[in-house]
């Protein structure tokens, strides 16, 4: 179903008057006990990290400050609470109020931040000043510094595997990556990342690597690296339609590796919307009477986007309709306009510490690899991103077979019964856990599920090495019909296994890609040479 128009704003908004008295009184007694202790000297800094220093405790005003602050955005959000208005609507009050309330953070001024102002006396003003240069060069660059990103450089020390280019397209590079082992698995692995960002997320630093791991494990790895398109192109790129990357992106990049590798069926991987792009070009490849996949990875994923987590509250038939006309016959959907909005999902950790850091207290980013690859975003050409906001997050229509049809042919995502290893974050903002375990309902094939610990990204990039984080699983996959309805259920009867899913994912697929063989002595055929070196001349085009 669709989700309606914004036309339940504006709304009466109003909180029974038992509920406020009682928000009131809770507000009354709070502050009462705030004052007392800072008039007695035993007011204690709160349990905020943006509020922890010295620097706070040592001043009883500022310290009182935050304490009001924090007390009155619990007042806040109690009240949104208890607003008598729908789910949907309090939902984006909910999302509005938090922007107020981590903006308006006394953290972020001058005058009401002990910590700027004890670094601008001690640095005699050049804190100010190398915070007002740092000001100046993001609005150079026309986006916030979350690392300094004079530290990498790609094909550096970032995205380092060795591989090479071995097909290009108008919408992809395909990289088959040189062989760790001397012996490789028969059957080779197609990675699918994600379209609107880079493709290094699964090969940052060697010590991190996703691609690197499992080349490692003696799986030969095909990547998809997907165009950035730019304002200046003009080859159509623009027009470029979900159909397009089904068809000339994901499926090309699956007969390419079939081709290579001299094999019928490879297996695949889809992170993300790669997940969402991998699975819907093989429904396409099924109606075509095509089967080119024999087990299927999907991370972090999404089929079903009725819970859609904090993202739904951009979604509208308005702003869909908006879309649509702004991009629904050609143009882009910038890399700034998506970074932004992914960036404001989590304020407090993505725009408003680095105001205080970069700009207030004149300190440059650390170096950190994930970031500078949250930095190097893509454009999306504007028909893709408008089919796939309407079809997806208003309308939820993959999930109902035969309801969408690319290119004439209808997609039923239940007649995919490959083997299936589906991988969900617990703390994920962007696909929450139990959206991901949703897609347990739409395929067919036989399943495992697995529940990493950590956010949307975190939680995927943990390599073994680090024995950090945890994970729940079952000891054995299951039947389609066997999967409990409930995710809370699955959870409950689940083991939790110390450190990384990586090597259970590898044993996994080890099961489904074939006897051992000699490893490809280069990448490529006849057919499809070698075209440069990895990582390829796609990626390296910043938006």
Not at 24 to 49: K, T, V, Y
Not at 402 to 416: I, N
Request: include cysteine.
């Amino acid at each position: 179903m669709s989700k309606p128009f914004s036309s339940e704003w504006p709304v009466p908004v109003s909180v029974a008057p038992d509920k406020l008295a009682e928000i009131q009184a809770e507000f009354a007694r709070e502050w009462l006990r705030i004052a007392e202790s800072a008039q007695h000297g035993l007011l204690e800094p709160p349990a905020d990290r943006r509020f922890a220093s010295k620097a706070w405790a040592a001043n009883t005003p500022l310290l009182m400050t935050a304490h009001t602050y924090l007390l009155s955005a619990r007042a806040l959000n109690q009240m949104v609470d208890a607003v008598q208005v729908s789910e949907s609507v309090r939902n984006r009050l909910r999302f509005a109020v938090m922007q107020w309330i981590e903006a308006v953070s006394p953290s972020n001024f001058m005058t009401t931040n002990p910590d700027v102002q004890q670094a601008l006396i001690e640095s005699n003003g050049q804190s100010l000043r190398k915070g007002v240069q740092n000001l100046f060069e993001d609005m150079q660059k026309g986006r916030l510094s979350q690392s300094d990103e004079s530290r990498f450089e790609l094909g550096k020390n970032i995205a380092v595997t060795p591989g090479a280019v071995v097909y290009q397209n108008a919408l992809m590079q395909l990289i088959q990556y040189a062989p760790a082992t001397g012996k490789v698995h028969k059957i080779p692995l197609v990675l699918v990342p994600p379209c609107i960002n880079k493709f290094y997320i699964l090969d940052l630093q060697p010590e991190n690597s996703f691609v690197r791991h499992a080349v490692e494990q003696g799986f030969t790895v095909f990547l998809v690296s997907w165009r950035n398109p730019a304002a200046a192109d003009d080859d159509g790129i623009d027009t470029a339609t979900w159909a397009d990357y089904l068809q000339h992106g994901v499926l090309q990049a699956l007969d390419v590796a079939c081709a290579i590798s001299r094999q019928k069926q490879v297996n695949a991987l889809g992170f993300c919307v790669g997940g969402t792009l991998l699975a819907s070009a093989l429904a396409l490849a099924h109606a075509q009477g095509k089967d080119p996949v024999g087990a299927l990875t999907l991370l972090t994923t999404l089929l079903d986007f009725e819970e859609t987590g904090v993202l739904d509250v951009f979604v509208d038939e308005c702003h869909a309709q908006a879309r649509e006309r702004q991009l629904g016959a050609g143009g882009l959907m910038s890399a700034r306009e998506l970074g932004t909005t992914f960036s404001f999902l989590r304020p407090s950790e993505l725009v408003w510490n680095y105001v205080v850091g970069n700009y207030m207290k004149g300190e440059a980013p650390p170096a950190f690899d994930l970031l500078y690859w949250n930095a190097d975003g893509t454009n999306l050409p504007g028909p893709f991103f408008a089919w796939y906001f309407r079809n997806t997050y208003l309308e939820n229509n993959l999930k109902v077979p035969g309801r969408v049809k690319v290119d004439g042919y209808p997609l039923d995502l239940s007649a995919l019964t490959m083997p299936v290893y589906i991988y969900g974050s617990r703390d994920d903002h962007i696909v929450p856990w139990h959206a991901a375990y949703a897609t347990s309902n739409i395929l067919r094939g036989p399943m495992r599920f697995v529940l990493g610990a950590s956010g949307h990204i975190a939680g995927v990039i943990n390599p073994p090495a680090k024995k950090r984080r945890c994970y729940w699983a079952h000891e054995a996959p299951s039947p389609h019909a066997d999967m409990p309805g409930d995710p809370e259920s699955w959870l409950a009867a689940a083991d939790e296994h110390a450190g990384s899913w990586w090597p259970d994912w590898t044993n996994w697929l080890a099961s489904h890609s074939g006897a051992m063989q000699r490893a490809p002595a280069k990448p490529g055929n006849t057919r499809y040479p070698p075209l440069e070196q990895a990582p390829g001349s796609y990626v390296a085009v910043r938006a």
